[in-house]
């Protein structure tokens, strides 16, 4: 069992839809990384958490430190947001990376 | 700036080539970390070094050889790769182990 889960693998809707993606994790973290990489490669980070809730425009990050689980939401979703969504999570001394969520909204 | 820059972009190489791939920062982050990613995988951690001490190594092949010149500037030297090795690597910096900033990538083909 993979140490960090994301759910769904792929996931397609249309524009202004609503979209949550998941990551449940099974080891201990300091924190959880939120990233996107779009087609080309580019990694930008989103968010980092360690407990409680980060908005950032129509982004919203969730983390349940005791339910080792973080959602990330978007809102009125556009096709310029479609792209792979990674969670990543940092143990001790280690980063362990989901395998992520490929994201295609709909015009 | 909030820029990690990366040189050069696209590389092609032979097995018995040497080559180097760059990474700089200007956000005066002391934490830089390479990572190596095949396509439509998730992101393999490489290297990390922490205030210019190498403080991971996953176990990557001799053949990948990272240096840090200084705090700011990042390099991994390639010698005698093989296809398998073609990827595209991502540098990455960030301050205390925290939130980290992403560059381009440099995409990798050995032929």
């Known amino acids: 069992k993979n140490e960090v889960e994301q759910s769904p693998q792929n996931l397609t809707a249309q524009e202004g839809e609503f979209i949550t993606i998941n990551c449940s994790y099974s080891?201990?973290?300091?924190?959880l990384h939120w990233l996107q990489q779009h087609p080309g490669g580019g990694i930008v980070s989103l968010f980092m958490?360690?407990?409680g809730k980060k908005k950032h425009g129509r982004l919203i990050a969730t983390i349940n430190i005791q339910e080792k689980h973080s959602s990330l939401h978007i809102t009125a979703s556009h096709p310029r947001d479609s792209a792979v969504y990674i969670c990543?999570?940092?143990?001790?001394?280690?980063?362990?990376f989901g395998k992520g969520t490929r994201l295609h909204i709909l015009p | 700036d909030t820029e990690v820059t990366q040189t050069p972009k696209h590389l092609v190489m032979g097995m018995t080539n040497k080559k180097s791939l760059k990474c700089e920062q200007h956000m005066g982050h002391r934490a830089m970390y390479w990572y190596k990613q095949k396509a439509k995988k998730p992101p393999e951690l490489m290297f990390v070094?922490?205030?210019?001490?190498?403080?991971i190594n996953e176990s990557v092949p001799s053949r990948f050889s990272p240096e840090c010149p200084n705090s700011s500037l990042l390099n991994l030297h390639l010698h005698a790769l093989q296809p398998e090795d073609s990827a595209l690597y991502l540098c990455a910096s960030s301050q205390e182990l925290d939130t980290q900033y992403f560059g381009p990538g440099t995409r990798l083909t050995v032929l």
């Open positions: 080891v201990g973290i300091s924190a």
């Open positions: 070094y922490s205030y210019e001490k190498l403080s």
């Open positions: 958490l360690s407990s």
């Open positions: 990543a999570v940092r143990g001790d001394d280690k980063i362990i």
